[in-house]
Every structure is written in structure tokens, then in C-alpha cells.
């Protein structure tokens, strides 16, 4: 039993009012989506806040400042909170994506954090200043200097980084050489024939873009890949349309007219994407029935040649890898002007490409569609405590807590690190939750008395051994070259988030504190209680009636159905409740597929809202 004098010099008071709030300075690194999203948000949930947001880019956007071919539906790839009518076709293009989200950076006055064309070099954790010592290079006049910060949110993603392949002979090329990630939007192919190098997700989307336009296109095709049809294509079928729809002025201007009906409109999209969850687990009906579904719709496309399905077709399941609708890949390649060459590339000679077979096809111009560098070890260093470097960390496996905090890096916090990605869902959705996981960290720096926080090894380690049990009961783990596993065909699922989008936002709602380390500012971990004081208490023009503030019930009134609901349940409240069209429940499955939506609502209850609003039909 300690004595009354061990318990006096180990529990002091920290003098400070237990509501004081610690002023901090944070980087975003990163203006693309999750740093845009912790620029809304960030301002808002946190007080006393020094906000700074780098990127390397001269513009916002990130990957839509760089990438030209979307293949999502528009109305399910913008901020849950802010809502676009004007999207003018349902696969909208690059350009129209990344002027979404410029308004949307000039709506909530951004810029006013921003620092663009700068380079982060360098993060160093400094134990003296409890600080992140961050070397920064402004690109435009080359100067390099230092920032500091106490707490940093990496907002740079997976799909950041991109590379040429490794071709021998690939820079000695004296015609034009592209990649897919850093597009040269003045080059005219018309009337040049042009080598496609890939056959992921841009590769699909650039052939059908210039095929018509070009005089001839070698494509270069490693292995086959699955084409499925459009993501979440009822609302394309209703139109008669199975690769895109243009969306009437008139259909614009009356959902700006009835702002509810475009709202259930989106809904009834987010519905359908929200769905396909069981088609990423092995053996479920969803899953056989894609197989079938696919491999037909690819042998139908590609009858002008139907050979090609026999090269085209994977033996591997869908979804194992990324899958892409490939809006008018597959009639592309049936075209007289499109060779599909499977050969292996030998080498790239100055006027064109030469295979294994040695083979010589002289092009214009190349097309490198391969991709980027998905193995997650960080482009500029980051250096945690007693040295530790992701670097190092991530040199076999990336592993993380819940895909946003690694141990040894205090207040240092990812959106889409290692193990985010969403096979099926809605990625935004998951960034939302991620930014604002993150904000709620800090807020607990800001009024705990906290120095820095960390997850404890343990939680790392009982999140990596989770995600290798849960992926091998998906088909990302068969065996199918993949970004999902670092460009590998066998190996550990590191990309991808494990669950559903909706199990991410669930899980991701409220942090596990319980599941951190953390050092105080004074050394007392009892500090938060402060000194007895309030700020109310000494400051006498500060209002201590707050809590009757704006509440005037009155017994004799009936009680309010959303009484006692707390503020940071309210997104949740309202979705199980189901803003009025359900019950709230979601249990039950058809044919694989679940029969609750993200909102709870049903498909015949959200037919049921958009009969009232003639203008989605």
C-alpha cells in the first residue's frame, strides 16, 4: 500500500482548467481527396488548429489532377455532404471529376491552408520538441527548408507513385512516350499508330479512347483480365445503355429544381454499389453467378473474334483483381486497327517494340498503361522513434493499425495507407471516416493533456494477423496478378481494406483508445483533470449556463422521436433509422445480395421515394 507521501508526489495537479485546449500545428500531406476532405473537416472539429496542406502538384485534386480515365460512376464518387446535379454524363470524365472537386476546394476557402508545388523530402519525429521535423522543397524556386508540426496526416495514397515499366531499351525510344498517369494532354494521336502497353484499368480505358482515332493500336497484353458490366448499371439499363448515358439539360435543371429527387436518385446508385460485398467472398452465390455472367458478356463482345476470348478470359475468378467495366474495350479490339499482341516484350528498340519471337513493330508512340509503385514504402522517408523508418517496417509487409497509424510514429496518422482500399463500395465514404477518425485523435491531444499517441505494438500485430485470416476467405487471395497484392500473383492482400465499405465506416466511427499508447505534456497521466478549474470559472464573460442554451422543452410536451440523440451519432442515428422510408432493418439476403442498403433502405423503398419525383425517371 503506497504511502500519503508516495500518492502526493506522483498524482500533482497540472495547472491547467480541465477544459483548456492545446493549441496544434498540423500538415496534411496531400490536396488530393483525403486532404481536401481534412481541409473541410479538420477547421471544423478542432480548435486553436495551425493548419498546413503540401503537395507537390501545382494544382489540387491528387490522383484526378493526374489521371484522365474514370471508371466509376460520377453521382458515387463525391463527398457524401456535398452533392453535384450537374454531372453531365453518368461515367464523367477526368476533367469534369477534378472541376468537382476545385468547387468544392473554392466552396470551403482551401486554398487559404494550401501550399502547392511543394515536395515533402523528409518527416523526422524529434523526442526534445516532441515535434515532426518535416523537410519541405518548394519546387518553383528550389528552396528547401523545414516546418514542424505536432501531429501529420499522410494523405498521398497507393496510387501515387507511378513508374515505368522496366523495359530494356524503353528510354532510348525516339517516338513519343507516354504514361497514363502523367498524360501529355497536347499530343494528337491522330492518324499515328501507337503501342498500349498494359491491360489494367487504364490500359482498358485508353484503347477504346483512341481507336478511333488513331490509325493503328498494338496492344500488349500480359495476362487476361475480367471485363464486367458498368458498376452499378440499372440506371444505365433504364436508359438503354450498357456503357454511358448523357444526362439532358433538362434532367440537370429539374433535379436542381428538386434537390430530393436528385438526392434519391444517388441514393438508388450508392445502393447498387454498396451491394457487391458478397461477390468478393469465395464460394457465395454473387461470386459463381459473376463468372457466368461476365464470361458471357466477354464471348458476346468479342464475337467480330472469337478467339480472342479464349486469350481474354481469365481461369481465375472475378474480382481477384481490380475489376473494370471497360466501357467499349472489348469492340475496340475486335476492330481491323487493334492487334492484341500477347508475346512477351523483349525489348524496346528506337523505332518500335520487339517481342520474344524478335519480331519488330515499328509505332509512333508508346503507351505505358502499367501502373504505378504499390509497395507502399513511402516515396520520402519517415522516421519514427529510436529510428524506426516505414521504410524498413514495410520492407516485407506494410503493416499498420487499421490501415491509418503504425507504432513508433506518435501523432502521425494515413488516409489510404496500406490495407484501405476498397475492392467494392465506396472509397469516399471510407476517407470521410478516416479524416474524421483522425480528427477525433487529435482532439483527444487537444483536451487530455496528451504529448503524443500511438497504437501499441500489440494492436499492430493483432490487426496484421486478422487481415491474413479474413483475406484467405476471399478470392484477392487466389492466385491472379494484382496491385492488391503489391503487383504480385501470390502473396499477402496489402492494399486492400479487410470487410465491407459499410463495416469500415462502423468500425472506423469510434476510435479504440484503449488499443494506444500515449506520453503526457507534464508527465502526469492524470494531467486531463486540470486544476479544479474550469474555463468558465475564470473567465467571467465566457456563458456558464451553456447547457440550458436552446433548450426549451416544456413537460407537458410530448417527447421528440430524435430526443437525447448525441450530435456525433446523428449520420449514424439517421441511417439505421432510415430517414423515414423503413423499419430499420437490414438482415436478409436475395440471391447473395443484401436487401438493406447503406441507409437500411430496401430497393422497392427507394423505388417507392423516387416515384414521387418524376424527374429521376
Known sequence: MPSAEQIANSAKLSHRSAD????????????????????????????????????KNEEVGGTWFENRYPDLPAHGYQLTFESNPSWSTYYAGGAEILEYWKKVVAKYDLRKYMKLSHRIQECRWNEETSKWH??????????????????????????????????????????????SANWDASWQPE??????????????????????????????????????????????VKKGSESNIEYTPEEIEAWKRDPESYHLYRRVIEADLQSAHPATIKGTEMQKGARGIFTKLMKDR??????????????FPPVCKRLTPGPGYLEALTEDNVEVIRTKIDR???????????????????????????????????????????????????ETYCSLAVNN???????????????????????????????????????????????????VENFVKYCHEYFQGTVYSMECSSWYKGGKKKGPVVALWPGSSLQCAQVLRNPRWED???????????????????????????DRTYYLAGKYNMLDEPLREDEHIDELEERVYRALKLDGYGDGTTSGTTNGRSNGHANGQTDKQLEAGISKHPAIL
Not at 490500359?203 to 478511333?212: E, F, M, T
Not at 468479342?302 to 481461369?315: T, V
Not at 480528427?439 to 501499441?456: D, V
Open 134 to 179: 518535416v523537410k519541405v522543397q518548394n519546387l518553383v524556386s528550389g528552396e528547401i527548408f523545414e516546418d514542424r508540426a505536432d501531429a501529420i496526416l499522410q494523405c498521398i495514397g497507393g496510387l501515387n507513385n507511378w513508374k515505368w515499366p522496366d523495359i530494356p531499351g524503353l528510354h532510348d525510344f525516339r517516338g513519343k512516350l507516354l504514361h
Open 302 to 315: 468479342l464475337a467480330k473474334k472469337p478467339h480472342l476470348a479464349d486469350e481474354m478470359i481469365p481461369d
Open 516 to 542: 494506444f499508447e500515449y506520453t503526457y505534456l507534464d508527465g502526469n497521466d492524470f494531467g486531463w483533470f486540470g486544476d479544479g478549474w474550469s474555463k468558465l470559472d475564470r473567465h467571467t464573460a465566457l
Open 348 to 398: 524496346v528498340a528506337p523505332t518500335g517494340i520487339v517481342t520474344e519471337d524478335g519480331k519488330l513493330r515499328e509505332i509512333d508512340a508508346i503507351a505505358c498503361a502499367t501502373g504505378f509503385d504499390t509497395t507502399y514504402r513511402n516515396r520520402f522517408p519517415v522516421i519514427g522513434l529510436e529510428g524506426d523508418t516505414f521504410q524498413d517496417r514495410w520492407k516485407d509487409y506494410p
Open 191 to 236: 492518324g499515328k499508330s501507337i503501342a498500349v502497353v498494359g491491360a489494367g484499368s487504364s490500359g482498358i480505358q485508353i484503347v477504346p479512347n483512341l481507336q478511333k482515332r488513331v490509325a493503328r493500336i498494338d496492344h500488349y497484353v500480359r495476362g487476361p483480365t475480367w471485363i464486367s458490366t458498368t458498376l452499378a448499371n440499372d440506371q444505365l
Open 409 to 459: 510514429f506518435p501523432n502521425y496518422f494515413m488516409s489510404l495507407g496500406p490495407n484501405s482500399a476498397m475492392g467494392a463500395g465506396n472509397l469516399i465514404l471510407t476517407m470521410e471516416f478516416i479524416v474524421e477518425y483522425a480528427a477525433r485523435c487529435l482532439q483527444k491531444l487537444q483536451i487530455e493533456n496528451i504529448r503524443t499517441m500511438h497504437p501499441s505494438k500489440r494492436s
Open 20 to 55: 483548456d485546449i492545446r493549441p496544434l500545428r498540423v500538415i496534411v500531406i496531400g490536396a488530393g481527396v483525403s486532404g481536401i476532405i481534412a481541409g473541410i473537416r479538420f477547421p471544423r472539429m478542432l480548435k486553436d488548429l495551425d493548419l498546413v496542406i503540401y503537395d
